[in-house]
Each structure stands twice: as C-alpha cells, then as structure tokens.
C-alpha cells in the first residue's frame, strides 16, 4: 500500500488549492489518515487528519481555512487549502495518523507567493 500526495503548485496569497492523497489499495485499512507538512528549515508537522468515521481534527494554524475529507470509494483524501498565507509554503505529506515511516512519500510543494 502507498499514500502518494498530488495537488500541489504555486498560489498567491489569498489563493487556494486541493491537494489529493491518493492510497493505492483500499483506504479502509486506515483508521485514520493525516496530512503533515515541513516548511524550509522547521520540522514536519501534523496540519489536520481524518479518522475512518469521518471525524476531523485541525492544527490552530489552519481551522476555519483548512478542510479535509475523504471518498472512501476513490481511497483518496483531500485537503482543501483557502486563503492560503505565505506561512502555509511547505513540501505537503500525506500519511496515516498517527504517521508510519513506511508511508512517508515525497510530497508535494505548496508555494504561497505575497
């Protein structure tokens, strides 16, 4: 099984973006699955993550802007990124909550331009 995140780019300040989490396999197996993400020179960390009954839990720096769902027919979870900040550019995980070393994929990059 591998989670393989997609949807990332470059957005102005304000923007949004969808970014897909995509498990190859059936994404019931999870209890739950997270999104995480890791700014240039900071540490990786949780931003929101979904359990199997659909409950959600969200870092502060993102509730109100942030949402994340999932379509268990199309074993994908998104994350739905508004009014993004130049603070939300980071390479964007996705992965099991909590995380296992062998779901951690390359991410994709999220660019937040002022």
């Known amino acids: 099984v591998q989670l393989q995140a997609s949807g990332g780019g470059l957005v102005q300040a304000g923007g949004s973006l969808r970014l897909s989490c995509a498990v190859s396999?059936?994404?019931?197996?999870?209890?739950?699955v997270g999104w995480y993400r890791q700014a240039p020179g900071k540490q990786r960390e949780l931003v929101a993550h979904?359990?199997?009954?659909?409950?959600?839990n969200y870092a502060d720096s993102v509730k109100g802007r942030f949402t994340i769902s999932r379509d268990n027919a199309k074993n994908t979870v998104y994350l739905q990124m508004n009014s993004l900040k130049p603070e939300d550019t980071a390479v964007y995980y996705c992965?099991?909550?909590?995380?296992?070393?062998?779901?951690w994929g390359q991410g994709t990059l999220v660019t937040v331009s002022s």
């Open positions: 396999g059936s994404i019931s197996a999870f209890n739950a």
């Open positions: 979904i359990t199997s009954g659909g409950s959600t």
């Open positions: 992965n099991t909550y909590p995380p296992s070393r062998r779901y």
